[in-house]
C-alpha cells in the first residue's frame, strides 16, 4: 500500500476499524468482488450462517472451479511427469473468460486422456513384442527335438522362477520338463510397465489337466506366454516379422509421444495464468456465498470489516467495478455503528512481522489495545543477547542472518522445508539477536569464552608470581578502571564464578523489574486510552506501589551497593525487613534512615493489596448500574466510544448480564496472581543469569577441554581433529541448542513475565479477503 493512499503504520495501536454495507447490483457484483479481493482490505462477514454450503445461491458456480481445478492438478501431474518446467509467468495472454476457459480445459482434458489410453495400449504392443522376440531368440539355440508332448514358452520374473518352478512341479506331480534361461538385460513389463529381470522358460507336459493347471499358474505368476514353432526356418521368419512390427511400433508411439510433448508444452506455459484465474473465481464465488440477496434479487447485501483510511479506496474500487461491467446502478458503499469488537489489524513490514508473529502466538491484542510488539522488538533479542553474551558466537549467527537476508529474493518466491522457512521468515529477528549478542559478549568480554584487552589495560596486576591462582587478594589495581565491560583479568582466576555470578543474578534482577514495571506503565496506556479511570487508581497504581515496595527496593540496594562498595546482605535486609521490621540493621545499613523507610515500604506494600482487591468490584457494579445498555446499533456520535468501552469492559460485562460474584472472584484471583507471581516472577528472570552461566561454562570446556588439549599434544593430526570436534561441539551445542534454549527462555519472559501484566491478548486477527493470501495459502 502506498504512503499517499494510507495515514502513517502506527504498531503500539491497531488500525482504527469499521464495519461498512454494501449493495452492489447482481450484474456487477462478481466484478466488484474481484476488484475487492485485487485490494485486499475489506474481511467479510458471513449473513450465511445458517445455510449449508449446498443451500448457497453460487454453490453449483464452486463445484464448477473445483471440477476444473481438477483438470488443472491432472495436467500439472502430467507436465511434472514428463519433466517440463511450470512457466511461472506467460508471455501469451491467457483468456479471461471464465466460461471460454471451462470449455477449453475439457477439450485438452479429453485429447490428454485419449493420447494417455492410446500411449499405453501401444507400449504394452510393444512390450510384449519385445518380450516375444527374446523368447525366440532364446529358444533357436535349442535342439529342437520332435516330441509329442504339449509345450508352452515365455517369460517370468526371475525373483518369481525359484518358486514358479517348485509350484508346477507340486503341481503336476512332477510330469513336466521345465528349462530356464536367464535374460541379460531387464525388460519392460507389458502390464505394469516397470523394467524387471526376467527368465525365458519353456515348459513339456502331458494331458490335458496338466495344461489347464499349468495355464492357472502361469496367470498367477504373471508368466507372458509367447508361441512358439520348433521348426527353425519358422523361428527366424517369426523374428523378421517382429522385429519390424517392433520398428514400426517404436516410430508410431515416438510420433505420439512428439505430440504430447507438444501438447503439455503450450499447457505448461499457460498454466499459472489458467491456476491463477480458476483459484480467484473460485475464491470470488465463495465471497459472494456470504453476501445476502435482496428481496428483488437484483442486487446482493454484504457487511464487512475495514480499516477506517481504506473507506476511500474501497468507494474507488466500486465505481470501477460499476463502469467496467457497465451496470446502470452504482454499488452503495455506507458505514454502520455497532457495539461488535472489530478484529484487530496492524500494518507490519518484513522487519517487524516476525515480532508481531511471536506475540500473536500468545493471543491477538484486543482492538486498540497496547501492543507488546513495539518494546518486544528491542528486548527480545536483548533479553536472548544476556543469556547469549559471546560477541565470537553472535558473529557466526550475525553472518548466517545476513545471508538469509542477501538471499531475500531468491528464497521468498519458493517453498523451503519448515525448519529453513521458520529461520528464513525471523531472519531480522535472527539479526538483531546477534547484534545485541555482540554487545553483551563485548560487555562479559568473551569471545569463544577467551577475553580479550580491546577497550584498553586490565587495570589489575599481580601482586607476585605466587598469585596467579590466588583470588583478587592478591591482585593489586595500578591502572584506572577497565572502561567497557567485564575487566579481562577475572577470565580464568579463582574467583571468575563468584564474580561473574554475584553481577549476573543482580543484573537479572534489575533487568527483570525493569522489564515488569514497563509492564505495569503499558496497563497504565491501555487504562488511559479506554479512558478507564478504575484501572487507573485501583489496578496501576497498587500495582506500581506493591513491586516497587519490595523489589525496585531491592533494585535500588544493588545499585547502592555497587556505587559504594559496602559489604551489606542483601539477603539479610530483605527477609528481615518483613520479619523484624524494627530491628537495628548494623552492618547491613546503607543509608541514613533505612530501617524507617522499610517499615513505610512494608505497610505500603501491605495496603497495596486490598487497593487491589476491593474497590474495583464494587465501583464496576456501581458504573455497570448507571451505564446506558444500548441496542446492536448506535447513534454515530458514540460509535468509537462505545466500541472502547466495550473494549475495555469486555471481560466483565456479558449484555444485560452482570454477576458480582464471578467479578469479585475474578478480582481476587488477580490480585493473588499478581501478589504471589510479583516474587515468582522476579525469581523467574534468574534464568538470565542461569542460561548466561551454562553458555560461559560450556564455551570456556570446549575452548580447554578440546582445542586447548588438542593444541598440547603438539601434533598436527590431533590438532585437525580437536579443531574438527570443536567446531562441531560449537556449532552443534552453542549456536544450535543454545540459541535455541535461549531464544525459548526469552520467549517465555515475555509472554509470561511481562506481557500478563497489562495484555488481555482475547481479539481476533483481522483476516482481509485478498487473492495475494489466497495464492500464499493455496501454495
Same mark, same amino acid.
Given at each position: ?115 494417455? #489410453? ?212 452504482? #454499488? ?90 521458520? #529461520? ?143 559489604? #551489606? ?43 487491589? *482487591? ?102 598436527? *593430526? ?62
Amino acid at each position: 500500500m502506498g504512503g499517499g493512499c494510507c495515514p502513517p503504520m502506527d504498531l503500539f495501536r491497531s488500525e482504527p476499524m469499521q464495519i461498512v454495507q454494501l449493495i452492489v447490483p447482481i450484474e456487477s457484483v462478481h466484478l466488484t468482488v474481484s476488484y475487492l479481493g485485487d485490494l485486499g482490505l475489506l474481511q467479510f462477514k458471513d449473513l450465511n450462517a445458517d445455510k449449508s454450503p449446498f443451500q448457497r445461491t453460487y454453490a453449483a458456480q464452486i463445484k464448477k472451479c473445483g471440477e476444473m481445478a481438477r483438470k488443472l492438478r491432472f495436467f500439472k501431474e502430467q507436465i511434472l511427469k514428463a519433466d517440463l518446467p511450470l512457466s511461472v509467468k506467460s508471455t501469451e495472454l491467457a483468456t479471461k473468460d471464465i466460461d471460454d476457459l471451462e470449455i477449453k480445459l475439457g477439450e485438452l482434458e479429453a485429447e490428454l486422456i485419449e493420447m494417455n #489410453a492410446n500411449g499405453e495400449k501401444l507400449e504394452r504392443t510393444y512390450n510384449e513384442l519385445v518380450e516375444y522376440k527374446l523368447v525366440l531368440q532364446k529358444e533357436i539355440t535349442a535342439d529342437s527335438k520332435q516330441v509329442k508332448l504339449g509345450y508352452f514358452t515365455g517369460l517370468v520374473p526371475r525373483e518369481k522362477s525359484m518358486a514358479f518352478e517348485r509350484i508346477l512341479f507340486r503341481a503336476t506331480r512332477g510330469n513336466l520338463f521345465l528349462k530356464q534361461a536367464v535374460l541379460e538385460d531387464p525388460v519392460v513389463d507389458p502390464v505394469s510397465g516397470e523394467k524387471i529381470e526376467k527368465n525365458v522358460f519353456v515348459v513339456f507336459y502331458s494331458g490335458e489337466r496338466a495344461k489347464v493347471k499349468i495355464l492357472k499358474i502361469c496367470e498367477a505368476f504373471g508368466a507372458n506366454r509367447y508361441p512358439f514353432h520348433e521348426e527353425s526356418f519358422k523361428q527366424e521368419q517369426l523374428i523378421t516379422e517382429v522385429t519390424g512390427r517392433i520398428s514400426e511400433l517404436r516410430t508410431t508411439i515416438d510420433a505420439g509421444l512428439s505430440h504430447k510433448q507438444n501438447l503439455l508444452r503450450s499447457i505448461a506455459d499457460k498454466y499459472e495464468q489458467w491456476n491463477s484465474l480458476v483459484r480467484k473465481d473460485k475464491s470470488v464465488y465463495h465471497t459472494l456465498n456470504m453476501l445476502s440477496i435482496d428481496v428483488t434479487k437484483k442486487c446482493l447485501v454484504g457487511e464487512a470489516w475495514s480499516p477506517v483510511f481504506a473507506a476511500k479506496q474501497i468507494q474507488e474500487a466500486l465505481l470501477r467495478a460499476a463502469f467496467d461491467s457497465n451496470s446502470q446502478v452504482e #454499488a452503495i458503499f455506507q458505514v454502520l455503528n455497532t457495539k461488535e469488537l472489530p478484529p484487530t489489524y496492524f500494518r507490519t513490514n518484513k522487519f517487524n512481522s516476525a515480532i508481531q508473529e511471536i506475540v500473536d502466538a500468545y493471543g491477538v491484542a484486543k482492538y486498540q489495545e497496547a501492543n507488546p510488539a513495539v518494546l518486544t522488538i528491542v528486548t527480545f533479542p536483548f533479553l536472548f543477547a544476556v543469556m547469549f553474551g559471546d560477541w565470537g558466537h553472535g558473529i557466526c549467527i550475525l553472518i548466517s542472518a545476513l545471508i538469509l537476508i542477501s538471499l531475500e529474493k531468491k528464497l521468498s518466491g519458493q517453498k523451503l522445508g519448515d525448519i529453513t522457512e521458520m #529461520a528464513f521468515g525471523g531472519r531480522y529477528v535472527i539479526m538483531m539477536m546477534a547484534i545485541f549478542s555482540i554487545y553483551t559478549g563485548l560487555i562479559y568480554n568473551e569471545f569463544f569464552s577467551v577475553p580479550f584487552e580491546l577497550f584498553g589495560q586490565s587495570a589489575y596486576a599481580c601482586r607476585d608470581f605466587s598469585c596467579k591462582d590466588a583470588t583478587t587478594v592478591g591482585l593489586i589495581k595500578v591502572g584506572p578502571t577497565y572502561p567497557f565491560g567485564v575487566d579481562p583479568v577475572w577470565h580464568g582466576s579463582r574467583s571468575e564464578l563468584p564474580f561473574l555470578n554475584s553481577l549476573k543474578m543482580k543484573m537479572s534482577i534489575l533487568l527483570g523489574v525493569s522489564q515488569m514495571n514497563m509492564g505495569i506503565i503499558m496497563s497504565f496506556f491501555n487504562a488511559l486510552f479506554f479512558k478507564n479511570n478504575i484501572n487507573i487508581w485501583f489496578q496501576f497504581i497498587p500495582q506500581m506501589i506493591f513491586l516497587n515496595s519490595l523489589f525496585g527496593y531491592l533494585s535500588f540496594l544493588i545499585v547502592l551497593k555497587w556505587c559504594t562498595g559496602s559489604k #551489606a546482605d542483601l539477603y539479610h535486609i530483605m527477609i528481615y525487613m518483613f520479619l523484624s521490621p524494627t530491628d537495628e540493621l548494623g552492618e547491613n545499613e546503607l543509608f541514613a534512615g533505612q530501617k524507617n523507610v522499610q517499615i513505610a515500604l512494608v505497610l505500603m506494600a501491605l495496603v497495596a493489596v486490598p487497593w487491589m *482487591l476491593l474497590p474495583k468490584p464494587f465501583l464496576l457494579k456501581k458504573q455497570h448500574e448507571e451505564r446506558h445498555q444500548g441496542q446492536t446499533y448506535i447513534p454515530l456520535e458514540s460509535s468509537e466510544d462505545a466500541l472502547q468501552v466495550e473494549a475495555s469492559h469486555g471481560s466483565h460485562s456479558h449484555g444485560d448480564e452482570f454477576e458480582f460474584s464471578e467479578v469479585f472472584v475474578h478480582q481476587l484471583i488477580h490480585t493473588i496472581e499478581f501478589v504471589l507471581g510479583s516474587v515468582s516472577n522476579t525469581a523467574s528472570y534468574l534464568r538470565l543469569w542461569a542460561l548466561s552461566l551454562a553458555h560461559s561454562e560450556l564455551s570456556s570446556v570446549f575452548y580447554e577441554k578440546v582445542l586447548m588439549l588438542a593444541w598440547g599434544y603438539k601434533n598436527p *593430526l590431533i590438532f585437525a581433529v580437536g579443531i574438527i570436534v570443536f567446531i562441531f561441539a560449537t556449532v552443534g551445542v552453542l549456536l544450535v541448542m543454545e540459541t535455541l534454549s535461549a531464544f525459548l527462555h526469552a520467549l517465555r519472559l515475555h509472554w509470561v513475565e511481562y506481557q500478563n501484566k497489562f495484555y488481555e491478548g482475547d481479539g481476533y486477527k483481522f483476516h482481509p479477503y485478498s487473492f495475494a493470501v489466497t495464492e500464499e495459502e493455496d501454495e
